[in-house]
């Protein structure tokens, strides 16, 4: 891989490299985004973030909250799979929304960038509700990628304040053992917060990414929408686009 960017802070060390078409940022060793514009998806986790939106036959999303942009790889997705939305990213890092824009190509027309503690957004926001709210926010500690935020009651009560009601939630968590240890599996099932969740995973990584959803949808759907979908559908069949999809357990 070739290095197109070095920059150190502190106890920070910031590379962008380019692998072919693709680019990857690393921070401290830990890859936080990787995205090739000849190629919106990815083959790994950040495919997952946006993949339960396609429990809908056609996702047209309005408004979509992302907390923890890194260099904005799953900004470049919405934007090239979803068409025109109200994506408002959500990054503690300058660093990070630096290179979003130097080297990613994250424009003012995709993304509305706040550079903020997301936690602090949350709690501060006050304007309307999202269709999409999609939580990223990780930090590594050597070389290892784990949450930067507890997933508890608190963080969930936050989160649901600035979702629709019929909104979708997607959470990436660093393995099964974060996501059991969260509050989101109480929080799925008949007369709870959410009717539905699904937990979806990709060979590449160990990470597990917890979608919930205000309806009642089944597994095969997922994969049904996206073979209609033309976009995605080539993907698949060359399995670009590798995913596990399984009912979450509650």
């Known amino acids: 891989m070739a290095l197109l960017f070095r920059h150190q802070v502190g106890d920070f060390v910031y590379e962008v490299r380019s692998a072919g078409s693709s680019r990857r940022l690393y921070t401290n060793g830990v890859l936080h985004s990787q995205y090739s514009g000849r190629h919106p998806v990815t083959g790994s986790v950040w495919d997952l973030l946006w993949l339960p939106l396609f429990f809908d036959a056609a996702p047209r999303p309005q408004r979509v909250l992302l907390l923890g942009v890194g260099a904005g790889a799953t900004i470049r997705q919405l934007s090239a799979l979803l068409g025109p939305c109200q994506i408002v990213g959500v990054e503690i890092d300058p660093i990070h ?10 424009t003012p027309e995709m993304a509305t960038l706040h550079q903020a503690n997301a936690l602090d957004f949350v709690q501060r926001y006050r304007g309307p509700r999202f269709d999409v709210v999609i939580d990223d926010l990780f ?30 939630l997607t959470v990436n968590f660093a393995d099964k053992a974060e996501l059991s240890a969260s509050c989101l ?3 799925v099932g008949p007369g709870r917060h959410f ?28 994969r049904a929408h996206l073979r209609a979908t033309p976009a995605l559908a080539a993907y698949l069949r060359n399995e670009r686009l590798r995913y596990h999809v399984r009912p979450m357990a509650t």
């Not at 929304?97 to 994250?106: C, K, M, N, Q, T």
């Not at 590594?140 to 979708?168: C, I, M, N, Y």
């Open 97 to 106: 929304l630096e290179i979003a824009r130097d080297f990613f190509g994250v």
């Open 139 to 168: 930090t590594g500690r050597a070389a290892q990628p784990h949450r930067a935020l507890a997933f508890d009651e608190g963080w969930l009560k936050r989160l649901r304040r600035v979702l629709s009601p019929s909104g979708t």
């Open 185 to 187: 599996p109480s929080a």
């Open 195 to 222: 009717p539905a969740g699904f937990e979806l995973r990709t060979p590449a990584t160990e990470n597990v990414v917890a979608a919930v959803l205000s309806k009642v949808v089944q597994s095969a759907t997922l």
